[in-house]
């Protein structure tokens, strides 16, 4: 048996039910019952809960890296689609990296969210300027 921290590892445990399971310290997820009577267990739901909670970050200084990485990469973007509007063209895929750059969690600092928020903003009505003018077109 492995031990991290307070954690105990007790691997998986075949077959069996979940009260065997879970006093032997094993994860369990809720049941539920399907039209014939049987009970389930709700893994796919609890998958993409464990997923979202792994992507957003609850530690504050993560969070603040993350952004100051969000906000240096959306000036990167925003810097090359002006030199590209300026020869004469724009590359589609550039205006989708910089769309889903602009959103996103906002950082803990108030400071650094706030010039987030400006930079995510200028993406957006650069990204309305340049749909506006192909739509005219």
């Known amino acids: 048996m492995h031990r991290i921290g307070d ?4 691997g998986p445990v075949a077959g069996g039910n979940r009260a065997r399971r879970a006093a ?3 994860f369990t997820l809720p049941e539920e019952t399907t039209e014939a ?5 709700a893994a796919p ?3 993409v809960g464990l997923l979202a909670i792994q992507e957003e970050p609850d530690d504050p200084a993560e969070r603040d890296r993350q952004g100051r990485q969000r906000a ?3 000036l990167e973007e925003l810097q090359a689609l002006q030199r590209e509007l300026l020869s004469g063209r724009a590359d589609p895929a ?6 889903s750059l602009a959103e996103g969690r906002a950082a803990s600092d108030p400071v650094l969210a706030d010039a987030l928020s400006a930079i995510a903003l200028r ?3 650069e990204i309305a300027r ?5 739509n005219r077109r």
């Open 24 to 26: 032997a310290g094993g």
């Open 37 to 41: 009577g049987t009970a389930t267990a």
């Open 123 to 125: 993406a957006r009505v």
């Open 72 to 74: 240096a990469a959306m």
């Open 7 to 10: 954690i105990r590892g007790a």
């Open 45 to 47: 739901l609890a998958a």
């Open 130 to 134: 340049y749909e506006g003018r192909n």
């Open 94 to 99: 550039r205006l989708e990296r910089l769309a």
